[in-house]
């Protein structure tokens, strides 16, 4: 199995190598919006003195956290398989002996992901010197605390990714489909806005659903802005949503290969 | 005249193109009121937490994102769809065929693919401006309201001269067909009014990718921020931008070749 993998990663890795330029400006694409999310809200907090609490620096830091844990939680499933269902080339995949989706696809995303973070380091240091945030309340306890937290962001929003993708089994609109699941991914992680500043209903939800281990609780560990008590919760909540994402992505991938019509082939 | 029946016959086509895809389009449509409703709602958390976001209230930041929404219509209705099929064009000498036509090349670039439900969101964009102006309480005046439709339409024509500019520069290096990328990235700084970003961000907005030019500059005009001086600049400068731009596209031109070649 190891050997398998290995492989993979050569393969996978030389596939994304070849389109370091394309990456680069989807890095380029990937960064904005945070930083038009900070300036605006390091813009209210300087002119107010704090926002609920949080200052400026809280702000800046707390975007500068977010563009490296995104990195590492994020993945891009929809783009690398649903084509694959759609012009049939899925085929060649499922009669290998090995899971399409949780060794090649998931090997590709951390091709991916390696390069990417590859280019961001720069990037990031650059922004450091622009913005000069004070990361004083990074201790290592929270990082340790947070890179548990965030493989299994990584792999919670892995598989739920997954499951979303394979609904390409069955429609062509999974693209609209995969819209409606990134705009809950907008409200629920912390993406826009630390969850604290959300509307009390909305937290209140955020807390028992599993996209803020794509961001909010990764982010809020490494800062250390959380009490022993959320860190708990936090940890439980995603161990229970670990097996549900395995149990529905294995659900949806069965009954979708049972569809699959091999179009084109 | 000539022009104005070309376009007629253009969009016909794209309206029976896309009749195919009805269930689509009602699918786009409901998908284009979710993320509405989601940049509401972003609004409304600023607005809890603050009484102004750089000097604007919540009534101008909605007309913003009309004229945001405008700026946006531009580019996913004609921008990015002529922009797949110019690409594709130069990959497999299909421009050969534009080229032909006996009609002006940039023009037919620029319409031959309309995503005609889009349109839907030019009536949503109108709605929010009046709304969100009525909201604020600025007093506009005719003058007003005729520089910022000025000002708006120069503004989307700095922005298309510089996609037409990014384009063309295909012509010189083939392999650039990320070429609108950098175009699409900044896109969204023009939700927000650009006097909330640091400086290097403001001047990348406002004159590198001048993004600003068609949403937060309109916009002051229209409540009256914008000296008469500046008025005339910013008009200046949109004639200008066509200018260079087509001149560009002609020299562009004249370094194609076909793709067999």
Redesign the interface.
Known sequence: MLKIFKRLWQVNWAEQWQYRANLLMYLLYWLVSPIIYLAVWTSIAASKGDVNGLTANDFVTYYMTLLIVDQITSNITLHIFAYKVQDGSLSSELIRPIHPMLTNTLVNNIAFKALSIMGLIPIWIVLFFLFQPNFSSVTWQGIALAIPAMMLGFIIAFLISASVTSVAFWTTRVYSISEFYFALFLLFSGQFVPLTLMPPIIQSIARYLPFQFSLYYPIQLILGKLSPGQIIEGYIVALIWLPISYFLFNWVWREGVKRYSAVGA | MHYLKLLQNLLKLNIQMSLAYRA?TV??IL?NL??LG?EL??LS??F???E???GWGPGELIALLGVFRLVNTLMAALIWPNTEKFNQSIRDGSMDYTLLQPVNSMFLTTFSRITVWRIWDLVLAIILIVVGINMSGDITTPLSTLTFILLAVSGAIVIYSLWIVLIALTFWFTKFD?NV??L???L??G??PVT???V??RIIVTFIIPIAVATTIPLQALRGDLEISRVLIFIGVGIVSFWIASNVWKAGLKRYSGASS
Request: aromatic residues 16%; without cysteine.
């Open positions: 689509d699918v786009n998908l979710m993320w989601w709602l972003g958390i600023i809890n937490n603050t102004t976001l750089g990320n990328t950098i699409q990235a900044l969204d700084a939700r927000y909330v970003y640091p290097w961000l």
